[in-house]
């Protein structure tokens, strides 16, 4: 079965401190996709990054990171000198290849507050 | 560059009443879902489409209720409206085939059942 756990419910930083958003998941399967969305205040769910399980490099765009470890089931968000504009939720999702597009499972996001 | 489109944005109904969240995409997508999101929570699949023709159900399907005659509709019917369908409704959809796409969301819609 898939899991996706984000055990930071809410966190709190001030404006230009780095934030890492942690992301655990499950599957049985060896191939699979994780992703990143946000959901600022405004409510819209906005993509951000999608990773196959196959590629464990790490990704950086912008003041946004990512860190892909498959040895710990580990799928992390950094941001770099935090902005205002960052506060929102963040949701970490999985959907495995075998059934791709019949099943994402979506944690249960992680909230982030950047205070000026 | 429409995306996904979801109307309406905000609806108040009475327990009982019925409803139909619309939906649809002008992406050429072959997949689209329907998700709830609870206060505070993560999103929960109710339906998805494969296709025109076919549906399928999610993780919490129960008062709901879908068709999908069209590549780009994909209407979420509430039949009997009760206070637990309370929600943030969310449409998406994707591609999935050679190149599997992420999902694209729709604004969403503010459902209250009072």
């Known amino acids: 079965a898939q899991k996706v756990t984000q055990a930071q419910t809410e966190i709190s930083v001030v404006e230009k401190e780095d934030v890492t958003l942690d992301c655990v998941y499950e599957t049985r399967d060896t191939t699979y996709y994780l992703f990143w969305y946000k959901q600022p205040p405004s409510g819209e769910l906005v993509f951000l990054i999608r990773r196959n399980s196959f590629d464990e490099q790490n990704e950086i765009s912008g003041r946004y990171s990512w860190n892909f470890q498959k040895s710990t089931s580990s799928f992390n968000f950094t941001i770099t000198a935090s902005q205002v504009v960052d506060s929102a939720v963040y949701f970490c999702?999985?959907?495995?290849?075998?059934?791709?597009?019949?099943?994402?499972?979506f944690g249960p996001g992680t909230r982030l507050s950047v205070l000026p | 560059n429409a995306g996904v489109t979801q109307t309406p944005k905000f609806r108040i109904l009475k327990i009982g009443q019925s409803m139909t969240l619309q939906c649809t995409q002008d992406m050429n997508h072959n997949y689209m879902y329907w998700y709830r999101q609870d206060p505070g929570m993560g999103l929960k699949l109710i339906y998805y489409?494969?296709?025109?023709?076919?549906?399928d159900k999610g993780e919490v399907p129960n008062g709901y209720n879908v068709s999908r005659s069209t590549t780009e509709d994909f209407p979420l019917r509430l039949e009997l409206a009760a206070p637990s369908q309370t929600s943030v409704y969310f449409c998406?959809?994707?591609?999935?085939?050679?190149?599997?796409?992420?999902?694209?969301f729709g604004d969403g819609t503010r459902l209250s059942i009072l």
């Open positions: 998406a959809s994707s591609y999935v085939g050679n190149s599997n796409q992420p999902q694209h």
């Open positions: 999702a999985l959907s495995e290849a075998s059934n791709y597009g019949q099943n994402f499972v």
């Open positions: 489409s494969v296709g025109a023709g076919i549906t």
